[in-house]
């Protein structure tokens, strides 16, 4: 049975993309078929694997093309990754997103376009700021990841995709807060630690070891790699093997 997850956060700048990612690219490396739906505008999921942007997302929702045709496999910079696969987005998923409005778009309509996918994760990269295709997508998710900065600007974001998810819920959808993951930590810092520990006392067990802040995930960005595939023995990527491993023992 396919695990859908969402990784959303009203917030800009959490390291979302690069969770999801890295979540995809690490669970194929267990052996699972995995296939990354980028439903944010900035089209960033191609471009952190090394790919080239494009309207799939916006084919397969306005265009009606069959899921086949807009499904990419996920190799580049002469690296395969078997079991991975993307469905790109471009600045046209925002387009998507009015005329879908336009034309009275159902919450469900997302999970039916998806429902011939051959994998045994989902997961969707969605926007920073409430839309259409963010509702759809936890509409459409099982769980719910949430990449939040330990910081205390970082706060509202989660706040608000946090009364997203309940407001969701009241329209049909059953979608569970699977973590909170804590991303840019910095150990150093009282703001961090202070961030972290608020964090615990709020949601508890959701909250996850934090990512830490690292110059080679920005590497990695600017090179189209995973961290598994920069620096898999790195901090970084022990940590998002990490939540690889949690996320598997889920089932």
């Known amino acids: 049975m396919t695990k859908i997850i969402a990784v959303a956060n009203q917030k800009g700048g959490v390291g979302k993309t690069t969770t999801a990612v890295n979540l995809g690219h690490g669970l194929a490396l267990k052996g699972k078929r995995v296939l990354l739906v980028d439903c944010d505008p900035q089209g960033q999921v191609a471009t952190f694997l ?3 942007q494009e309207s799939a997302l916006f084919d397969l929702l306005v265009g009606g093309r069959p899921l086949a045709e807009v499904v990419r ?6 690296h395969t990754r078997p079991g991975l696969s993307l ?4 600045k046209r998923t925002a387009t998507a997103q009015v005329v879908m409005a336009a034309e009275g778009f159902r919450l469900g309509s997302l999970v039916d376009a998806l429902s011939g996918a051959r994998a045994d994760y989902i997961i969707f990269d969605t926007s920073p ?3 259409l295709l963010q509702e759809a997508a936890l509409y459409a998710a099982e769980w719910l990841i949430i ?3 330990v910081d205390y600007a ?3 974001g989660l706040t608000a995709v946090l009364a997203t998810l309940k407001a969701i819920k009241g329209r049909g959808g059953d979608c569970k807060l ?3 993951l804590p991303t840019f930590h910095d150990q150093t810092t009282r703001e961090s630690k202070a ?3 608020q964090l615990r006392e709020h949601l508890g067990e959701a909250v996850w070891d934090p990512i830490h802040r690292a110059t080679i995930l920005r590497e990695c960005v600017a090179e189209g790699l995973t961290i598994f595939e920069k620096a898999a023995k790195s901090r970084a990527g022990r940590e998002y093997d990490a939540v690889v491993r949690r996320v598997l023992s889920y089932g």
């Open 129 to 131: 700021s409430v839309g």
């Open 178 to 180: 699977l973590a909170v």
């Open 87 to 90: 469905i790109p987005g471009d």
């Open 195 to 197: 961030a972290l520990t």
């Open 73 to 78: 496999l996920a190799d580049a910079n002469s």
């Open 50 to 52: 090394g790919i080239r």
């Open 154 to 156: 970082a706060t509202e």
């Open 147 to 149: 990449p939040s900065a």
